[in-house]
């Protein structure tokens, strides 16, 4: 029996979804690692899917960048029946589960968590599937560190219909945990929205980050020696 | 001493590509090994793809050789039923194509860098496992390493072609100067539209870094100069 696992070389780390009001927003920073080396900085890793997707992709970039020419390849043939339809983020998401499924069932994997959202006919939609076919929806998603680090940040304090502002601000604040605590995060990253009217991938930004914490100017201070 | 003259050819490497306004520099050191050992210490590791094409190879000296064969073929043929050049964009994407399908196999990371009439001078790099990004500079192979800080410090947007290719020349000597796997000469080659120029860089040639001395051809020479005794 050939088994054939492989392992990551360029990857990279949390995407973080969320609903909000007028569909969905999602983050992730434009970093790729090579092991411990954070070698790429400037990686999209959130791409539109036809008109009422987004895609967010942690892992390996190389199978990321695969799976963006097979949801071309299905977008293009979707769109040649030109028939006024096209593919919801419902369907991506499932064609992609089968995708991730089918490829773990032969030991060969595409080694990737991808967070799907999109807005059709009013009706948002938000769902993550990682590189062993475990896929699900929910009003807010993570991937890799994000799962430990952003939803309990966000099962406390996402509410249905958010404006925009506290959509980004509350994405923000997760990102910024996220810089704080993980370490293949850079402080470089892309929001992207999905409404009715279409996807908008913000160029890319850095956060303000506080350091200014007496006791982090002065850790050992009162109990000299230790550390 | 373990020296596996059986080891695989492994170019340890240094590759750099970086464009300007117009172009494309490539740079590479020229060491091979085989374990410890070093097979060739003149390699030519920029090779040629197209007219306008050329790809900076790191890994292993056998699969960089063989996906650059398959390339150049490929290529060949594209610009036969194209009817003019190809673009570097084109064959990044063959080299990515065959990084990618043979991931479990290869062990190459890959520079590519040309000039072609629609998109002017492009760098792609293609690391292990078929990633391909399009940068304005990209670094590649064992000597890389040491060269993060370097072009963090010293690259900059909208350099003219002499800028890059000094640029490309000290980073190069500097890896090879903390890089025990890269070594040699360093080789560049220049495309822009005018077309493409071959140079060489031999170590006499380069400034010296921390802890190297001034090459002379003996001690004899260094004492027919007597220093004063020190009483």
């Not at chain 1, 064609?95 to 948002?124: D, I, Q």
């Not at chain 1, 506080?210 to 020696?225: D, L």
């Not at chain 2, 000597?173 to 031999?202: H, K, M």
Request: charged fraction near 20%.
């Amino acid at each position: 029996m050939l088994v054939l696992i492989r392992y990551p070389y360029v990857t990279g780390t949390s995407v973080v979804g969320i609903k909000y009001k007028d569909g969905i927003l999602l983050a992730a920073d434009t970093g790729a690692s090579y092991g411990s080396t954070l070698r790429y900085k400037s990686v999209e890793r959130i791409k539109a899917i036809g008109k009422h997707s987004l895609l967010g992709a942690s892992g390996e970039i190389s199978d990321f960048q695969e799976i963006l020419r097979y949801l071309d390849e299905l977008i293009i043939y979707d769109d040649m029946w030109d028939d006024g339809n096209s593919l919801g983020p419902k369907e991506v998401h499932n064609y992609l589960t089968r995708v991730m499924y089918n490829r773990r069932n032969k030991f060969n994997p595409l080694w990737n968590s991808l967070v799907l959202g999109g807005v059709k006919n009013g009706e948002k939609y938000l769902g993550t599937v990682n590189m062993i076919g475990v896929h699900y929806e929910d009003n807010h998603v993570a991937t890799g560190f994000g799962n430990h680090l952003a939803r309990p940040i966000l099962r406390d304090e996402w509410k249905e219909d958010m404006s925009f502002e506290d959509a980004v601000k509350l994405l923000e604040k997760c990102m910024l945990v996220l810089l704080y605590r993980d370490r293949s995060a850079i402080n470089k990253m892309q929001i992207a929205k999905i409404t009715e009217e279409g996807t908008t991938v913000y160029p890319p930004y850095s956060l303000k980050t506080f350091w200014g914490f007496s006791a982090f100017a002065n850790p050992t201070k009162g109990a000299e020696g230790s550390w | 001493m373990d020296l596996n003259l059986d080891a695989p050819h492994s170019m340890g490497t240094t590759i750099v590509g970086v464009s300007y306004n117009g172009g494309v520099v490539l740079g590479a050191d020229s060491r091979t090994s085989t374990g410890v050992y070093v097979a060739n210490r003149a390699s030519d590791k920029i090779t040629q793809l197209t007219d306008n094409v050329y790809v900076c190879r790191s890994g292993s000296a056998a699969d960089s050789q063989i996906v650059s064969d398959y390339v150049r073929y490929f290529l060949h043929q594209h610009t036969i039923q194209l009817g003019q050049p190809a673009t570097v964009k084109v064959a990044a994407n063959l080299i990515r194509l065959l990084s990618y399908s043979n991931k479990n196999m290869l062990e190459t990371g890959l520079i590519v860098g040309g000039w072609d009439k629609y998109e002017g001078g492009k760098i792609y790099s293609v690391p292990l496992g078929g990633t391909i990004l399009e940068q304005p500079f990209a670094i590649g192979g064992s000597g890389s390493a040491y060269l993060y800080g370097f072009f963090d410090q010293a690259w900059k947007e909208g350099m003219t072609k002499d800028e890059a290719e000094k640029l490309v020349v000290k980073a190069v000597s500097l890896a090879i100067a903390r890089d025990g796997a890269s070594g040699g000469v360093v080789r560049t080659v220049i495309i822009n539209s005018e077309g493409v120029t071959r140079n060489f860089y031999p170590g006499d040639t380069h400034p010296l870094w921390h802890e190297e001395l001034e090459p002379t051809t003996s001690l004899l020479d260094i004492l027919s100069a007597p220093e004063p005794m020190n009483t």
